[in-house]
């Protein structure tokens, strides 16, 4: 492969690096870790992603348990570099000019990925345009497409200027970038001088593009009024056409990808299915998101790795052979992560957790669907586990969005159940999750628990970082750990195949699912039978650590949407 950029990534949000908040969650981290893996599988890519000035987001709890959040203060020229092209782009009558800031990541033999933050805010736009790049989610409506169409159709344009001519392949991470497709249809017209788009750019863009679908949950796809659309891009012939463009005065996002995508694909086995039955006569494959290991590996895991598993970094299947670590190592690593954790804890909140005690670890982001409080439904029973079968204490973290109310009032929710209980277990709630935290967390605790509604999780990936390190989860059946999941192997399901069958999402009954757990099985074991919980420990590896990554993942998408 010579090193001309084949593939464009697209996507929204983007984690590159600690410190630049130019994410929100799990899908600007997965964008990062699948760069990375581009990088170091020497796939030929470029990126393309907006900046935000008034970085997402510095949480703060107030004394109720009550976030407030503010914007993260940041200095856009200490981690990027100002390139020289400008493009334009038509926003409302109004002619929007753009820049771009590149941030380049290399391997150590010099191959280069760039990533190129577009950013709106130069002297020569008014005022409303200058503040498309402050955020990443808020503002209404008409804020969101123009930062939409900024990002698709600025994003081709800026690529163009910049001289990549021989793009083979638009990968659109989520649907917010598909007005990208816009543009390519439109250079497609162009190039062969037609007064209007045929069906032959149709074929020409649908060759090009790929699309990456990330969620069933309504609120993740957006849609925008045909006459806002017509509003800020002006009147386009292409807009007739129905079977691309427009279901009853409405653009859906998603839709539009899906019309002008040769591949698209969910993010997990069921998550592929969920997507085939809500979006009808398209064809969803689906590739299993994975995490990137020399990222999340915490560092002593990292040794432990490169002296055992010498070629782990290069060749992630080789974790596989996890099974030969002495358990005395794979415990001593973790005993290490587990103590930088804790004493992080401790520091931060001086609330005097014990590292030989069995930490429960819960990071989300705080919304409904993911009933963070679950394991409180019935407070009482938990205080008895506790008592009688070993001590537990639980480390949380997660922002809610600056508009979920429901959100912000389950952490109010949690922080109220955390003091009724403090004499019997200790809870802690962190402020501020962000890449560096889930390293520190999902690394640190004994078990990581996930408890969201069916079919809502997509994936999820904190679960992966975690198997990585060698922590088990206790999950619900639900996005990636349906295919994680060995019981009692690899870690634990909280209502198993049969009880998911019938499983209505009630609270209870997860809930009580989720306590027999813990009481008969995970936390005997914790105590008792150390060995065979490191057994379950080394199986994480070996079996969710060699096959929960993003190379795998890349691979999957070179070999089934990039080259085929
Ligand atoms: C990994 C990660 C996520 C995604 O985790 P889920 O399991 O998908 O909830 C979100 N935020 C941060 C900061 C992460 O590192």
């Known amino acids: 492969m010579n090193n001309q950029p084949k593939i464009a990534y697209f996507s929204m949000e983007i984690a590159v690096k600690e410190n630049i908040p130019t994410y929100s969650g799990g899908l600007g981290v997965l964008a990062g870790d699948t760069i990375f893996a581009a990088l170091n599988l020497k796939v030929p890519m470029v990126a393309v992603t907006l900046l935000y000035r008034k970085g997402y987001c510095f949480q703060k709890l107030d004394?109720?348990?009550?976030?407030?959040?503010?914007?993260v203060e940041w200095i856009v020229e200490d981690f990027f570099q100002e390139l020289p092209e400008r493009i334009k782009v038509d926003i409302d009558n109004r002619i929007v000019h753009v820049r771009a800031w590149k941030f380049e990541i290399k391997?150590?033999?010099?191959?280069?990925?760039?990533?190129?933050?577009?950013?709106?805010?130069?002297?020569?736009?008014?005022?409303?345009?200058?503040?498309?790049?402050?955020?990443?989610?808020?503002?209404?409506?008409?804020?969101?497409?123009?930062?939409?169409?900024?990002?698709?159709?600025?994003?081709?344009?800026?690529?163009?200027?910049?001289?990549?001519?021989?793009?083979?392949?638009?990968?659109?991470?989520?649907g917010h970038a598909s007005l990208l497709t816009l543009e390519l249809l439109e250079e497609s017209r162009a190039a062969s001088k037609r007064q209007a788009v045929s069906e032959e750019d149709i074929e020409n863009v649908k060759k090009q593009c790929v699309f990456t679908t990330h969620t069933p949950v309504a609120a993740g796809h957006d849609k925008f009024s045909m006459d806002l659309v017509t509003q800020v891009l002006g009147k386009r012939e292409v807009f007739s056409r129905k079977d691309i463009f427009c279901c009853e005065g409405v653009l859906n996002l998603t839709y539009l990808a899906l019309n002008l995508s040769h591949y698209v694909n969910g993010v997990a086995k069921k998550h592929g299915e969920i997507a085939n039955l809500m979006f009808g006569h398209y064809s969803i494959d689906s590739i299993t998101n994975g995490i990137n290991v020399s990222r999340w590996a915490?560092?002593?895991?990292?040794?432990?790795?490169?002296?055992?598993?010498?070629?782990?970094?290069?060749?992630?299947?080789?974790?596989?052979?996890?099974?030969?670590?002495?358990?005395?190592?794979?415990?001593?690593?973790?005993?290490?992560?587990?103590?930088?954790?804790?004493?992080?804890?401790?520091?931060?909140?001086?609330?005097?957790?014990?590292?030989?005690?069995?930490?429960?670890?819960?990071?989300?982001?705080?919304?409904?669907?993911?009933?963070?409080?679950?394991?409180?439904?019935?407070?009482?029973?938990?205080?008895?586990?506790?008592?009688?079968k070993g001590a537990i204490q639980l480390i949380y973290a997660g922002k809610a969005h600056p508009q979920d109310r429901e959100g912000k009032e389950l952490i109010q929710r949690i922080i109220r159940v955390k003091e009724s209980i403090k004499n019997e277990i200790r809870v802690v709630y962190l402020e501020n999750y962000d890449v560096e935290l889930a390293k520190l967390m999902t690394s640190g605790v004994d078990l990581w628990l996930n408890t969201p509604q069916t079919p809502m999780e997509a994936s999820g990936t904190s679960g992966m970082k975690a198997a990585l390190n060698g922590v088990p989860s206790l999950s619900i059946l639900d996005g990636w750990w349906i295919e994680g999941c060995i019981e009692g192997i690899t870690g634990w399901s909280i209502a198993d195949e049969k009880q998911k069958h019938d499983s209505r999402n009630d609270s209870n009954e997860d809930s009580f699912l989720l306590y027999d757990k813990l009481e008969k099985v995970i936390v005997p074991m914790f105590y008792k039978e150390r060995g065979r919980f490191i057994s379950v420990m080394q199986h994480c590896i070996a079996l969710n650590g060699s096959f929960f990554n993003s190379q795998r993942m890349l691979q999957q998408y070179v070999l089934n949407a990039y080259f085929n």
Not at 124 to 131: G, I, K, V
Not at 350 to 372: H, P, S
Request: glycine content about 6%; overall charge negative.
């Open 107 to 174: 391997s150590p033999s010099n191959f280069i990925i760039p990533i190129f933050f577009l950013d709106t805010d130069l002297p020569e736009n008014a005022e409303t345009d200058r503040a498309l790049s402050d955020y990443l989610y808020g503002g209404d409506q008409y804020y969101r497409l123009c930062k939409e169409v900024i990002l698709g159709i600025g994003g081709v344009r800026m690529l163009r200027a910049l001289g990549y001519q021989h793009l083979e392949r638009f990968h659109m991470n989520e």
């Open 298 to 388: 915490s560092a002593p895991f990292q040794g432990l790795y490169d002296r055992y598993i010498p070629s782990w970094k290069e060749d992630n299947f080789s974790l596989r052979y996890a099974l030969n670590i002495p358990k005395n190592e794979v415990w001593e690593s973790h005993m290490q992560a587990k103590k930088q954790l804790i004493q992080y804890v401790n520091r931060e909140t001086n609330i005097g957790m014990d590292q030989d005690v069995l930490t429960i670890g819960f990071a989300r982001r705080a919304t409904a669907y993911k009933r963070g409080d679950l394991i409180f439904q019935d407070v009482e029973k938990l205080k008895s586990i506790a008592k009688e």
């Open 63 to 71: 004394s109720s348990g009550w976030q407030i959040e503010e914007p």
